[in-house]
């Protein structure tokens, strides 16, 4: 189960009746704790009570539910938004959804487990490819010249925050015309310039035919989403089986969401915020000599073994700070994420601790 939370106020933790700082979580922007944010949770728990009581097709639909898929397929530049209970849901949802009997999914060996699960249940042939192994992928998709073809991708691998090449997909889309879906769990509000996700990064809008993403990261609420235009909305919600027979999210999670989502588009310098603290701490530990991934808004810090990486992590927690191991066959390490709410002094006191933990 992991270290279990006796408080959270943004980054700083209670673990075991210990304060501690933590620079592992997913919620990049801190909004989680944002005071709008939890004031919009705390006036729809009023206003709606604690759960919907029903599934989205009865009575689990709500204005604010209304309003934040509205709202997140504007952010997406898609016409339509269709909401789930979780990103695990939405990505086992599409992949169903799109199935059919001449259809062949392409899709990445470190693709999330929800995808792979979707793409299983959907009954469809697979082909898979290596980590951004575009070459490989081209000699799949030539070999292939009959069949319906679906490549499906994360923009942002969730262990490493290795970026998907948008620009070469989108040639090989227009050259063999797939449909291309992208996962943007851990995509949106944290890359492209206002942090819209892989699609602004490269300008290219309207590459993916598909985006999903999640509310439980940056936006830090709770909940799924899929972000399209051109498919039939009734259509598609009819065979989101995910969707149909789930109770929908709470209202008390869909204001929180939509909340975020408007302090994301309103005030974008909240991803800047994040990332100048990522850089420090990138910049800090690369001059100290430590072994370290791209930069980017996900830190791996390599290190030798796993017993080193377990007594750094121990020297960590000692010295108030919490991460979490790597999860990557055969690499050891800590994956280090800043959020916008760390302070400089924050920033500093952990590149202090972990570069007299580490080296």
Same mark, same amino acid.
């Not at 689990?60 to 509205?70: E, M, P």
């Given at each position: 189960?992991?270290?279990?939370?006796?408080?959270?106020?943004?980054?700083?933790?209670?673990?075991?009746?210990?304060?501690?700082?933590? &620079?592992?979580?997913?919620?990049?922007?801190?909004?989680? %704790?944002?005071?709008?944010?939890?004031?919009?949770?705390?006036?729809?728990?009023?206003?709606?009570?604690?759960?919907? !009581?029903?599934?989205?097709?009865?009575? !689990?639909?709500?204005?604010? %539910?209304?309003?934040?898929?509205?709202?997140?397929?504007?952010?997406?530049?898609?016409?339509?938004?269709?909401?789930f209970?979780?990103?695990?849901?939405?990505?086992?949802?599409?992949?169903?959804?799109?199935?059919?009997?001449?259809?062949?999914?392409?899709? #990445?060996?470190?693709?999330?487990p929800?995808?792979?699960?979707?793409?299983?249940?959907?009954?469809?042939?697979?082909?898979?490819?290596?980590?951004?192994?575009?070459? +490989?992928?081209?000699?799949?998709?030539?070999?292939?010249?009959?069949? +319906?073809?679906?490549?499906?991708?994360?923009?942002?691998?969730?262990?490493?925050?290795?970026?998907?090449?948008?620009?070469?997909? &989108?040639?090989?889309? +227009?050259?063999?015309?797939?449909?291309?879906?992208?996962?943007?769990?851990?995509?949106?509000?944290?890359?492209?310039?206002?942090?819209?996700?892989?699609?602004?990064?490269?300008?290219?809008? !309207?590459?993916?035919?598909?985006?999903?993403?999640?509310?439980?990261?940056?936006?830090?609420?709770?909940?799924?989403?899929?972000?399209f235009?051109?498919?039939?909305?009734?259509?598609?919600?009819?065979?989101?089986?995910?969707?149909?027979?789930?109770?929908?999210?709470?209202?008390?999670?869909?204001?929180?969401?939509?909340k975020a989502?408007?302090?994301?588009?309103?005030?974008?310098?909240?991803?800047?915020?994040? +990332?100048?603290?990522?850089n420090?701490?990138?910049?800090?530990?690369?001059?100290?000599?430590?072994?370290?991934?791209?930069?980017?808004?996900?830190?791996?810090?390599?290190?030798?073994?796993?017993?080193?990486?377990?007594?750094?992590?121990?020297?960590?927690?000692?010295s108030?700070? &919490?991460?979490?191991?790597?999860?990557?066959?055969?690499?050891?390490?800590?994956?280090?994420?800043?959020?916008?709410?760390?302070?400089?002094? #924050?920033?500093? !006191? &952990?590149?202090?601790?972990?570069?007299?933990?580490?080296?």
């Amino acid at each position: 189960m992991g270290f279990i939370l006796e408080s959270r106020r943004a980054q700083n933790i209670i673990v075991d009746g210990r304060p501690l700082i933590i &620079f592992s979580s997913n919620d990049y922007l801190g909004l989680s %704790h944002h005071p709008e944010v939890i004031a919009a949770a705390n006036k729809a728990a009023l206003d709606f009570g604690c759960g919907t !009581g029903g599934a989205p097709g009865t009575s !689990g639909t709500t204005a604010i %539910h209304v309003k934040l898929a509205q709202e997140i397929a504007a952010f997406k530049h898609r016409d339509k938004a269709v909401l789930f209970p979780s990103g695990y849901a939405a990505n086992v949802a599409i992949h169903q959804a799109l199935a059919a009997e001449d259809t062949v999914f392409f899709y #990445e060996q470190k693709h999330h487990p929800s995808a792979l699960d979707g793409i299983r249940l959907s009954g469809c042939h697979k082909q898979t490819f290596d980590h951004h192994d575009l070459a +490989r992928l081209e000699e799949l998709l030539s070999a292939d010249s009959h069949s +319906r073809k679906i490549v499906t991708l994360p923009s942002v691998f969730t262990v490493t925050g290795e970026i998907a090449p948008l620009p070469q997909l &989108f040639e090989l889309k +227009r050259k063999y015309g797939f449909i291309l879906v992208i996962d943007e769990a851990h995509a949106t509000g944290c890359i492209g310039k206002t942090g819209r996700g892989l699609e602004e990064l490269f300008g290219l809008d !309207g590459a993916a035919d598909f985006i999903m993403g999640t509310f439980s990261k940056a936006l830090g609420s709770q909940g799924g989403f899929l972000a399209f235009s051109g498919a039939s909305e009734r259509l598609l919600t009819r065979v989101f089986r995910p969707f149909i027979y789930s109770t929908s999210l709470s209202a008390m999670s869909v204001a929180a969401s939509l909340k975020a989502v408007e302090i994301l588009r309103d005030k974008s310098e909240i991803v800047d915020l994040m +990332r100048k603290n990522i850089n420090n701490i990138y910049e800090n530990l690369l001059h100290a000599g430590l072994k370290l991934n791209k930069p980017g808004h996900i830190l791996n810090v390599y290190l030798e073994s796993s017993e080193q990486t377990i007594e750094v992590k121990n020297r960590l927690r000692n010295s108030g700070y &919490f991460v979490v191991e790597l999860h990557l066959e055969n690499r050891f390490g800590l994956r280090i994420t800043a959020m916008a709410t760390h302070t400089e002094e #924050e920033v500093r !006191g &952990f590149c202090r601790a972990l570069i007299r933990a580490a080296v």
